[in-house]
Every structure is written in structure tokens, then in C-alpha cells.
């Protein structure tokens, strides 16, 4: 039994040794995108009502808060109309619904650093405040 235990303990510190060096072997650092810094001004919206039914604006509010309570990503929908899909400082990311949440379906002026690839856009927010 004590042996049991004693190998139990071994591979749990094994496993918290190599999970760590796996991810960091895998986040090839001099090959990570730099990204830039940029401000976008955009609505804020729930990117499910938004695009397969066209609901938007103050009276899609409280929906789109619900949505996003429910795991809907928010994304920016900038004024020249490229959609920036929020992402999070860590690895793995985490979803951003909680900074966006209270400005749903407002107008805001995030500034962050935008990431660049396969068409589309994705930023992580330093500072969002509503737009006037």
C-alpha cells in the first residue's frame, strides 16, 4: 500500500514538472506574434444575434448580456466594420465577456494590442471606456 502511495505522489510530481515544460515547449517564444498597439472604436456585440439573426441596438441589450452570461462571445464591430474578437493576457486565454458585458450593444473606444491572422482579428484589451 505505502508503495502505492509513493508512486501515486512520484507521477504527480512528474506530471507537475512535464505539463509545464510541454506548454512552454509549445509557446515557441522568438516565434510568437508581436502584435501592435491600436485604439478601435465599435460597437460592442453578441456575435450570435449579431450574425445569424441580425439583432442588434439598445432594444437587443439585455439579450446580448444574457447571451454572453451563457458563454456568446461579445466581439467590437469597428465603425469601418472589421470585427475584433476579444482574447486574454494568459495561455490558454480566457473569454473577455466580462469587460464587454456592460457595454453591450454600446458604442466604445478599446485600446490593446491587435493580433493579425488568417483574415481575421483578435485584441487584447488594455482599456475600454464608452465612446461619446
Do not use: W
Not at 507521477?11 to 515547449?25: E, T
Not at 441596438?57 to 470585427?83: F, N, W, Y
Amino acid at each position: 500500500m505505502l508503495k502505492r502511495v509513493l508512486a501515486g505522489v512520484a507521477l504527480a510530481g512528474l506530471v507537475s514538472v512535464a505539463v509545464p515544460s510541454v506548454v512552454a515547449a509549445q509557446m515557441d517564444m522568438a516565434n510568437m506574434p508581436k502584435g501592435k498597439e491600436y485604439t478601435v472604436t465599435g460597437t460592442v456585440v453578441d456575435f450570435a444575434c449579431k450574425f445569424s439573426g441580425g439583432l442588434t441596438g439598445e432594444k437587443h441589450r439585455m439579450c446580448a448580456q444574457v447571451c454572453a452570461d451563457k458563454g456568446v462571445p461579445l466581439a467590437i464591430l469597428s465603425t469601418d466594420g472589421r470585427l475584433f474578437l476579444p482574447i486574454g493576457d494568459g495561455m490558454p486565454s480566457t473569454g473577455q465577456n466580462e469587460k464587454l458585458k456592460e457595454y453591450a450593444e454600446q458604442t466604445v473606444q478599446v485600446k490593446g494590442t491587435v493580433f493579425e491572422a488568417g483574415g481575421a482579428s483578435a485584441i487584447k484589451i488594455a482599456e475600454i471606456k464608452k465612446a461619446y
